[in-house]
């Protein structure tokens, strides 16, 4: 696969768009909470894929400045965003996003941080993080050890595309804990000297898909686009199959992840 992993979402922006799952309000009131944002303040998101978190934080009133690299996901973003006057979507790879001198209360990465060079990105985030501004990344994560059908997912991982079950992706039923991107995340913390103050937290909730959504789901992960599209369909299909011959009803119990700092400093 010679298309650049980070990137190929894009291919589906429109089924991202409509099947992936946007984030438990509590979170967004917290982080709107704890930043001190304000209705009008604007908040700089990293990676905004198809707007699903920046229409959030757009409906409280907050104003987004979004860094997108992806021109099909940024396209997305503006139609879902359109309503909201206060979005601004730029294309661009945040490791070389020019902040031209802005600086926020509030960043925010959702399900996009771990496609940001850490090498780079940490610090640049302190460099455009107000003093006590919150840095925060947040993932959705898939408990399959809570799931009634793991058996049965696995079983169609197994059959069509067995490699996948030890890829990292919690989307993927192989994985049966958490993963660890909160402990990365702390690493690149502690190794900022502007930043500090890690904390995380954790809001359970579930989703519940037909085997149609959920077989749509799945074709947006970039470990399932990377498949030759011979396999991609059998795994998908076998996976559609499992759903429908239990039910036709997939519930997933979900984790989302918030992992957060601050700049050092007083506001």
């Keep these: 696969m010679n298309r650049e992993q980070r990137l190929v979402f894009g291919e589906v922006a429109e089924l991202y768009e409509r099947h992936r799952p946007a984030y438990p309000d509590a979170l967004v009131d917290d982080l709107v909470e704890l930043s001190g944002v304000g209705s009008g303040g604007v908040a700089l998101e990293i990676g905004a894929g198809t707007g699903k978190a920046t229409a959030m934080f757009a409906a409280r009133g907050i104003r987004v400045l979004a860094v997108e690299p ?149 074709q947006t992960h970039s470990t399932i686009r990377a498949l030759d599209p011979d396999r991609r369909r059998a795994l998908v299909g076998a996976v559609a199959q499992a759903i429908e011959s239990h039910g036709g009803r997939l519930t997933l119990p979900v984790v989302t992840r918030l992992c957060m700092a601050r700049r050092i400093g007083t506001p």
């Excluded at 359109?82 to 020019?98: H, L, N, T």
């Excluded at 898939?142 to 069509?160: E, K, P």
């Design 70 to 218: 992806s021109a099909e996901m940024a396209a997305v973003a503006r139609r879902v965003c359109a309503a909201y006057p206060g979005v601004e979507i730029e294309q661009a790879d945040f490791e070389r996003w020019d902040a031209a001198g802005r600086d926020f209360p509030l960043a925010f990465a959702g399900q996009a941080w771990h496609w940001v060079d850490p090498a780079i990105g940490f610090a640049k985030v302190a460099s455009v993080l107000r003093p006590a501004g919150v840095f925060a990344a947040f993932w959705n994560w898939t408990v399959w050890a809570r799931s009634s059908l793991r058996g049965a997912m696995v079983d169609a991982y197994r059959n069509t595309a067995p490699e996948i079950l030890v890829e990292t992706d919690a989307i993927h039923p192989g994985r049966t804990s958490l993963p660890t991107d909160d402990e990365e995340f702390k690493r690149g913390i502690d190794a900022t000297d502007d930043l500090d103050a890690f904390e995380v937290r954790d809001y359970e909730w579930s989703l519940t898909y037909s085997a149609a959504d959920y077989a749509a789901l799945l």
